[in-house]
């Protein structure tokens, strides 16, 4: 079964740029040496607008498999 995973992007409502960041629970991954993101708050802001702003959900092409 090969099924390729649905890939999303996240982007501001208002202007439609993809830098945008929102509030996260992470959990410590002490083997990676990282913050996992295990989910987001609704609470997001863009960083081209400057401001609090939505940000929708879209879906994005597969990676390509070579
Ligand atoms: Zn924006």
Known sequence: MAEISKRVGYICARCGSSNVISDARAQWDARKQQWIVVGHY???????CEQEERILEVELAPEPQT
Do not use: M, V
């Open 42 to 48: 609704d609470s997001s802001e863009c960083l081209d």
